[in-house]
T-cell receptor
């Protein structure tokens, strides 16, 4: 079974600085997709960024980018120019091609200090 | 208006009571999901449905049942609630259900079983 590991239960960053959240996964499949979801205090789960495993280029969405290391099965999220509104739980998730299910990590709580 | 709504947003009940959590969506998606979130455990899949006639168990379906009343409605029932079912429950939808597709989440229902 696929597993997703987020080794940092909590992280903190100063406003305007950069922070990287770690995620590793375990799979023997070649067709899969990886996601980062954000859960602010409002509880709403919001997709931050998505990466297809077959793409070598790292995905970027404005201040959010990933470092996808397929051989190492690593999928870290970098947040640049951190803002107070970035404070949230961040979940890494794995989706296997041909499957409808997502496997989530346990989450990393990000605090942004003013 | 929100695309995925859940009712109630919060519920406190007693052990042994039957509880129904409801989910409605206006996104026109066929695929709907119920997840449970416990502190420190991420999200775990309870049930998922491809369409009105197709319902499947997820990782932790014991103690739960579901009903897909229509394309837009997917209800989760706890037939006899127990305290360890105290958790945050999320409904989600996706368009094609392929691993690459984003899942859209409702705002969650916080359930407390005393």
């Amino acid at each position: 079974a696929q597993t997703v590991t987020q080794s940092q239960p909590e992280m903190s960053v100063q406003e305007a600085e950069t922070v990287t959240l770690s995620c590793t996964y375990d799979t023997s499949e070649s067709d899969y997709y990886l996601f980062w979801y954000k859960q602010p205090p409002s509880r709403q789960m919001i997709l931050v960024i998505r990466q297809e495993a077959y793409k070598q280029q790292n995905a970027t969405e404005n201040r959010f980018s990933v470092n996808f290391q397929k051989a190492a099965k690593s999928f870290s999220l970098k947040i640049s120019d951190s803002q107070l509104g970035d404070a949230a739980m961040y979940f890494c998730a794995y989706g296997q091609g041909g499957s409808e299910k997502l496997v989530f990590g346990k989450g990393t709580k990000l605090t942004v200090n003013p | 208006d929100a695309d995925v709504t859940q009712t109630p947003r919060n519920r406190i009940t007693k052990t042994g009571k039957r509880i129904m959590l409801e989910c409605s969506q206006t996104k026109g998606h066929d695929r709907m999901y119920w997840y449970r979130q416990d502190p420190g455990l991420g999200l775990q899949l309870i049930y998922y449905s491809f369409d009105v006639k197709d319902i499947n168990k997820g990782e932790i379906s014991d103690g739960y049942s579901v009903s897909r009343q229509a394309q837009a409605k997917f209800s989760l029932s706890l037939e006899s609630a127990i305290p360890n079912q105290t958790a945050l429950y999320f409904c989600a939808t996706s368009g094609n259900g392929r691993a690459r597709d984003e899942q859209f989440f409702g705002p969650g229902t916080r359930l407390t079983v005393l």
